[in-house]
């Protein structure tokens, strides 16, 4: 049997915050946001909305996909770098909230790759038949730790929470191949500071970032036993669409067959890729059989991909 999706889910806040909006705020313009990074507009959660509240709506639409019930699941993994509070985890929260009394719970903090490590951690559980369901969720509140005052990082980043039911699909489906990777020296180059702000150094992740995507991304793609060309569709991080396209051209795939809800949402961190696959999927671009390449990046510094067939 093979390991891979059988419920998917995201939420994002109502709160829209457009370009013309982020110029009232800092020295900026739609025009340099949009063409330097593909962004339009972000969401921004309520004053009294967290992160483990989007994690909750996120991971009920996830069960509710799935037609799962929170008792079954066995292990909850929320990959977050805006937790409500260190300890108790945000994936504690979740637990009690969902009612998920069999589930053990853990955060999992690797940036904007955290998504991709819960994912992956998950498949190592069901695959050695110690757990048969696992929700795994990305959930954000970068609101909460963006300098406002640095127009270099705050026009980025947006709120929202992306969540996945993980368990056994047929033989073939599910995750064919995985990577996870990391360099802790690069850790200077984006990092939360003493003020609580998220701090970057924007040439240095954009150089890593375009050069770890479509690497790992060939990566999983050869260890799987295709080629690039075999590619139905693929969901990067969504931090910049120059780096999402300089990826996409590395692989030689076309447009329409990449995932692209940063013109919408910003980059979400570790929300970025399950809101782009449950988008994804329910918008019809990814179909049962497709192959699919999850790939991110991000803080730490990390990165982790997976290649995928779509379905269960
Ligand atoms: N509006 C207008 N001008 C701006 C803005 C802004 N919001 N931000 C920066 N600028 C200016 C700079 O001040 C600079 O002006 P100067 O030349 O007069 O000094 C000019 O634009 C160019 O700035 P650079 O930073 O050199 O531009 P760059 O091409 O590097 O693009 C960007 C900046 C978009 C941030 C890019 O570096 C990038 O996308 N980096 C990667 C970001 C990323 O992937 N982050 C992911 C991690 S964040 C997280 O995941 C939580």
Redesign the pocket.
């Known amino acids: 049997m093979g390991v891979g999706v059988i419920g998917l889910g995201h939420y994002v806040p109502e709160k829209v915050l457009t370009n013309e909006d982020?110029e009232k705020i800092?020295?900026?313009?739609d025009e340099?946001?949009r063409t330097?990074?593909g962004i339009e507009e972000r969401r921004i959660a309520a004053d009294d909305e967290d992160t483990s509240d989007m994690a909750f709506h996120a991971a009920q639409n996830a069960l509710k996909d799935g037609n799962i019930k929170a008792e079954e699941i066995d292990l909850i993994l929320v990959a977050t770098?805006t937790p409500d509070t260190p300890f108790p985890s945000v994936s504690c929260m979740l637990q009690d909230r969902l009612g998920a009394t069999n589930a053990a719970a853990m955060d999992v903090s690797a940036?904007?790759s955290g998504f991709m490590y819960a994912m992956i951690t998950a498949k190592q559980f069901i695959e050695t038949n110690a757990y048969k369901k696992i929700l795994i969720v990305g959930s954000e509140k970068?609101s909460k730790i963006i300098n406002w005052s640095d127009?270099?990082?705050?026009?980025?980043?947006g709120d929202g929470a992306g969540a996945a039911v993980m368990g056994n699909v047929s033989e073939g489906k599910g995750i064919l191949s995985f990577e996870l990777g990391s360099n802790g020296a690069g850790g200077k180059e984006?990092y939360q500071n003493e003020m609580d702000h998220?701090v970057?150094n924007?040439?240095e992740?954009?150089k890593f970032?375009v050069r770890q995507m479509p690497e790992s991304s060939i990566n999983v793609i050869e260890k799987a036993g295709y080629n690039k060309e075999d590619v139905d569709y693929l969901i990067p991080h969504q931090?910049?669409i120059?780096?999402m396209d300089a990826a996409r051209e590395r692989l030689g795939i076309s447009e329409d067959k990449m995932a692209k809800t940063i013109k919408k949402y910003g980059?979400n961190?570790s929300a970025s890729i399950p809101i782009a696959l449950s988008e994804s999927v329910k918008n019809g671009k990814i179909k049962d059989n497709d192959l699919i390449v999850l790939v991110g990046f991000?803080?730490g510094l990390t990165w982790g991909a997976v290649a995928l067939r779509w379905g269960m």
């Open positions: 982020m800092v020295d900026t313009n340099w946001i330097m990074t770098v940036a904007c970068l127009r270099n990082t705050c026009v980025l980043l984006l998220l970057m924007g040439r992740v954009f970032a931090a910049n120059r780096i980059n961190s991000g803080g």
